[in-house]
């Protein structure tokens, strides 16, 4: 039901205290759903996802990744053009950003 249809869309992905503070949990659990490319400063990628990864796995996964006291992160979906960003100070509730 929520499975993307094609691999060949990317997520842009952003992040800030992450666990541990280098990403490097991150970025190996970004690899699990596609090809993470195009790494800046370790706290920012594109994921081209495959077609087997679904919204629900990406989002857990950055979550899982974030420092639990204050975390946050925003990614944008180049399929629906649509950005959502989490905050650990708002109880970890995905907001669509407008």
């Known amino acids: 039901m929520s499975k993307l249809k094609h691999a060949r869309y990317d997520f842009f992905i952003s992040w800030d205290?992450?666990?541990p503070a280098n990403s490097?949990?991150?970025l190996s659990?970004?690899?699990k759903?596609?090809?993470v490319k195009n790494v800046s400063?370790?706290?920012a990628v594109t994921l081209r996802v495959n077609a087997s990864a679904s919204w629900r796995e990406i989002r857990n996964t950055?979550?899982?990744?974030l420092n639990k006291k204050n975390g946050k992160a925003v990614y944008v979906n180049a399929?629906?053009?649509k950005t959502f960003q989490i905050d650990a100070k708002k109880c970890f509730h995905w907001k669509e950003v407008k």
Do not use: A, Q, V
């Not at 950055?62 to 990744?65: A, E, H, M, S």
């Open 79 to 81: 399929k629906t053009n």
């Open 62 to 65: 950055i979550k899982l990744n």
């Open 24 to 26: 490097s949990k991150m």
């Open 33 to 35: 759903h596609g090809k």
């Open 41 to 43: 400063i370790k706290t």
């Open 29 to 31: 659990s970004l690899k």
């Open 17 to 19: 205290n992450p666990i």
